[in-house]
């Protein structure tokens, strides 16, 4: 749904705090719909024999998926963890594999963790008040490793579009989860 006019100018509030805005679209993504996609299956089954709480959500602009735009909106990561590796988003490479795109973390403490088709990984910290450089050709999933929700501003190519589908099925190379002294990266027992 278009309800701004992209060939014009336009302004659109957005809570410093929360992230809201109540001009955006809502989309919720809660445990039942990417339990798979935590390493302990069982954790997460445990979960949801409880609840199934909302993991994140996020709140975008209906951009047209037109070359030249650009798409942009805020994700609110919530804290908590399966077993031991923390609440984050699914994650995706831009179907144009060459379009980068740019965070900032509005609140709130976490990580990126990025991989390339090549295999190669980076994680960098999302800290409140910076700025993140995703570039191109580098899948993306946030990490919300404090104990307040991560909320972060988001901007990308309005024609980048996004694939699951790799990452779904097989899964990030790296993952965080929390040990005694805190987060660490470790390799994803299930990755294949
Ligand atoms: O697409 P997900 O991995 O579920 O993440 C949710 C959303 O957050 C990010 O900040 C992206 O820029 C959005 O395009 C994305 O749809
Ligand atoms: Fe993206």
Redesign the pocket.
Known sequence: MNRFQWDSSFSVDFNLQNGFSEKAET?K?YLSQMKEMFYDTNAAEKILEQEDPLI?E?H?LGCPMREGDL?F?T?ILYPGKVGEEYFM????FHTILDTA?V?YTLDGEGCMIMENPEGETMEMPLKKGEALYVPRRYA???VNTGDTPLV?F?T?AANAG?D?GTIETKGYRKILVEKECGPVVIDNPKWS
Not at 89 to 92: I, L, M, N, P
Request: hydrophobic share 25%.
């Open positions: 989309t993504r994140y996020f975008e798409a909106g994700t988003t699914k994650g995706h795109e965070y993306h999933r946030s972060m988001f990308f996004h699951y």
